[in-house]
């Protein structure tokens, strides 16, 4: 599974780096057209246990439908970045618990968790 987290990652950077719409684009052949990355992946599949097919197999077709969802129904700007959450079994937020993610090459955010009011 660190293979399809690194993918998202690197999907999510360069969707961040992206100057325009013709590099956004270019994003999403890489990881949806029949040679992208996402594609690569679903080809896997068939190589690894029924085990672990059925944990890799939801997190990939999730990964790819959540890119193209937003290349459909949204006009990405360059520097949007998309966040995601956390997988199952990651503890849940609290009030004031303090978020910090950074992407190489690009930056770090940091946010802090309020409750909601």
Known sequence: MADIAKL????????AAAKDYAALEAVRVSALGKKG???????SL????PEERKIRGPLINGLRDLI???????????GT???????AGVSKLA???HLKGTI???GT?????AAER
């Open 8 to 15: 998202e990652a690197e999907l999510l950077a360069a969707v």
């Open 37 to 43: 990355s996402i594609s690569e992946l679903l080809k």
């Open 46 to 49: 068939g190589t690894i246990t």
């Open 68 to 78: 193209r969802f937003l290349s459909a129904a949204l006009t990405l700007q360059p």
């Open 81 to 87: 970045l998309i966040t995601t959450g956390t997988p």
């Open 95 to 97: 009030d004031g618990d």
């Open 104 to 106: 190489e090459g690009i």
């Open 109 to 113: 955010m940091e946010l802090k968790v």
